[in-house]
């Protein structure tokens, strides 16, 4: 999905809310056009507990897809967005930031409560 925000170019829901969350919650301003993304599908073996700890599951999927964002704050922080899906839905399961790769939130979100 994507929404109309940062001088009128399309970006998606999950840069839309990177942004938004990084300015509201730690006060970093970014543009969407500096931020960098990627999607990909991981298994949970892959990914670092510390990032994704499998006790937050009730049910352990074998593999979950991310689309990260990355950007670099005005004073050389570097800030990584992160959010879950389960495969063959669109829905958030997981949202995720850190700060020069430190976690600052980890969210489960309800679709998996």
Known sequence: MTNQLNQGKLISSEVQWFIHTLRKDYGVKVAANGVSTEGLELGMDEVDSAF????LFEIIPSTLLYELMIVEDS?????????????????????????NDEVLLRKLLSIID
């Open 52 to 55: 994704i700890p499998q006790e």
């Open 75 to 99: 004073e050389e922080n570097v800030w990584c967005g992160t959010i879950g899906f389960y495969p063959n839905s669109p829905d958030w399961c997981i949202q995720v930031i850190t700060k």
